[in-house]
């Protein structure tokens, strides 16, 4: 059975801390992608990384960074937490285009709480 | 940005109506894909369409793709209250590896 796995369903974090989301997946797939979903904004696309060490800007990567050491890995940091962060983060992988079905494989979602 | 229109935003209806709900773009799309999402849960894919015209139908869904690889419509036949959930469409652009992009999803809710 094939998974996305986020470190944490729920995480209630204060305002200013350094915040941690993990993301590990087993399928040996090149891409990892980080979104954040809000109500009326849809799925929005944060950072994406296509190989170890490389990582690409999204539509809104401002506040956040990634790091990408082991393929499997992919982790977004919150350098400094704010409430407008406050929101429902999802981890997704998928082969490269031409490297398989690019069917992307979710996480189940981790819902950050700033305070 | 490539942007993905979808409508309704929202759906609410009687169980065993019929329904269908679209994705537009002004953009072409190598391929789009169709997704599921249930509260608390990430979204699960139902399909991927390819080619110009295309149709797929999964048990009372038929999806469909535009010739000109712009647009999508889901249609469900008789829904059924497990129905009920998220449907976001996603279209993946050429040649990159920045993955899909995402429409804001339609909100269906069929009642018992």
């Known amino acids: 059975d094939v998974k996305v796995t986020q470190s944490s369903r729920y995480l209630v974090k204060r305002t200013g801390e350094k915040v941690f989301l993990e993301c590990v997946q087993d399928?040996?797939?090149?891409?990892m992608f980080w979104y954040r979903q809000d109500p009326g904004l849809g799925l929005r696309l944060i950072y994406f990384?296509?190989?170890?060490?490389?990582?690409e800007k999204g539509d809104i990567p401002e506040g956040y960074s990634v790091s990408r050491e082991k393929k499997e890995r992919f982790s977004l940091i919150l350098e400094s937490a704010s409430t407008n962060q406050t929101s429902m983060y999802l981890c997704?992988?998928?082969?490269?285009?031409?490297?398989?079905?690019?069917?992307?494989?979710f996480g189940q979602g981790t819902r950050l709480t700033v305070v | 940005t490539q942007l993905l229109e979808q409508s309704p935003q929202f759906l609410s209806i009687q169980e065993g109506e019929n329904l269908t709900v679209y994705c537009n773009s002004s953009?072409?799309?190598?391929?789009l894909q169709w997704y599921r999402q249930e509260p608390g849960e990430g979204p699960v894919l139902l399909v991927t369409?390819?080619?110009?015209?295309e149709v797929k139908k999964l048990k009372r869904l038929t999806f469909q793709f535009g010739d000109a690889r712009k647009d999508s419509s889901l249609h469900i036949t008789a829904a059924q209250p497990g129905d009920t959930g998220l449907y976001l469409c996603?279209?993946?652009?050429?040649?990159?590896?920045?993955?899909?992009?995402f429409g804001k999803g339609t909100h269906l809710i069929i009642q018992p």
């Open positions: 997704a992988s998928s082969h490269l285009p031409g490297q398989g079905d690019t069917e992307a494989f």
């Open positions: 399928m040996d797939h090149e891409n």
């Open positions: 990384s296509y190989d170890v060490k490389m990582k």
């Open positions: 953009s072409v799309f190598s391929s």
């Open positions: 369409v390819v080619t110009g015209g």
């Open positions: 996603a279209g993946l652009s050429g040649g990159g590896a920045d993955g899909l992009t």
